[in-house]
C-alpha cells in the first residue's frame, strides 16, 4: 500500500480525550474514530490489526477441534425470558422493539441461543462432547464506557461454548480451552496468566480470567513469578490426550495467581516466596468458566446418558475480547514514539521510507523494491510522500510495524539501505539484496 493512496490520518497531539497511552496511540496512529461513547469505527488500519487478531484466535479454536457458527446479534426477549436473565441483566442489557410490538434485544452474550440450537438437535450423549464459537459483535451499555475500545459498548468478542455429558468430561473440555488459550495469547506476543476466578454459586475451581499485566489494568494481579516467566509461545499438546492437556493445566493451576476478588493475602504469603511475589495490575483479555447445567435445565437441553436416563448436558462458556485485545496489546507492547506491533498481527511487516520522493534514483529504487516485496506476498507500506524524513521517521515510529526499510540517495551511492527493528531500534547498513531476503522476499 502507498501511503499517498491510504487512509490514514494520523496526529501529531495528543487528543484530550484519551486518558490512557493504547487510547491515546490508536487515536494518533489513526486506526479508530470515536461514533458515540463506547462505539468506534475502525479506519483500515485498525480495522488490518483486528482482523489479524480475529484470525490467531480462529485458528487456535479451530485448531483444539472447536467449530465456528455465526449466530445473530439480534435476539428475542422470550428466549432470556426462559433463563430468567431477561429480567435479571439489568440496564447493561440494550433492549429494543420491533414494529409489531416485539420485545428484542442486541445480544450481550449468547449462551440461550447457543443452548437452544444443541436443545433441537442433539439428544443423546453419543454427540457429545460439541463445541462451538463465533466471533461476533456484542453490546452491553457499561455504565463508563472508557479507555477506548478496552471498555465499550459495542464490542467484537469470540465466545465459545461446550456441551458435555458430566462434570468430568465438562472439565476435559475446559482443559482444552485453557491450554488453547495459552497458545492464543503467546502467538498474540502476550503474556497472560491464567488466574483463579469467581465462579459464583456454582463453585468448583473452574473458572479463570486471562490476564495481561499492564500498569493501567482494572485488576489487581497477585501471583507467583515462574507464571510471568513462563512461555508458552511453541507449547504444543496433543487436545485428543485428556491426560496431557491436563498436565499443563496443572502446572499452570499449582502456582498462586489471583485477582483481586480471589486474592488469599495470607495464602500469597505462606505459599509464595518474597522474592517471588508479584504484585501488579492486570488486563482481562479473556474468561472461560463451567456453569453445569445453569442454562440446559430452564431451557431443556437434555440427552439421553448411556443408562438411558435423561440428563441436563454440563456446559461451559469461554470468551475472548478480540476488540479489547487490539488496546491490550498496544498497552503491554509500545514506547515513547508509539506502538511496537508484535509480528504475528502487525498491520504491515515492512514501512519503506523513501528518504527522498523527489530523487528520481531514490523513487526508482523504492518502487523496485515495492514491487518485489508485494509480489512474494511481504506485506508493505510505502512511505512515498513529500515529506520531510523527520515526519516520515515519526508516523512509521507511531504506527508501529516491525520493520523499517529507508531508502536514501546517499546510502543508494554506496548500494546500502537501512534496516531497522522497531522492537530493539537497531539499525543496520544493508544491500538491497539482503534487505529484501531477510524480510523473505
Ligand atoms: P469485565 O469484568 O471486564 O466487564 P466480563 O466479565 O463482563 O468482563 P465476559 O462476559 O467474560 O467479560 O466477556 C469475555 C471477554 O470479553 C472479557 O474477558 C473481555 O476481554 C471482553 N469484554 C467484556 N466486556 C467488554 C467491553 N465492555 N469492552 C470490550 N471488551 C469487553
Ligand atoms: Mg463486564
Redesign the pocket.
Known sequence: MRLTRYFLPTMKDTPSEAQIVSHRLMLRAGMVRQASA?IYSWLPMGYKVLRKIEQVVREEQDRMGCQEVLMPTIQSADLWRKSGRYDAYGPEMLRIRDRHDRDMLYG??NEEQITEIFQAEVHSYRALPKLMYHIQW?F?D?VR?RFG?????E???K?AYSFDLDYEKAAESYRKFFVCYLRTFARLGLKAIPMEADTGPIGGNLSH??IILADTG??AVFCHRDFVEADASGLKVDYEDPQAVKKVVDYYTSLYARTDEKHDASLFESEVPEDKRVERRG?????I?YFGTKYSEPLGASIATPEGEESFVHMG?Y???????VG?IIEASHDENGIIWPESIAPYKVGLINLRAGDEACTKACDEIYAKLNEAGVEVLYDDRDERPGAKFADMDLIGLPWQLVVGPRGLEKGVVELKSRATGEKEEVSLESALSRLGA
Open positions: 463506547g450481550p452474550t456484542k452491553r457499561e464506557p475500545v478496552m471498555r465499550g459498548r464490542f467484537l468478542m465466545d480470567e486471562f482494572e485488576s488486563i482481562e483479555v479473556g474468561h468458566f462458556s470468551g475472548i475480547g478480540v476488540s479489547r485485545l491490550a
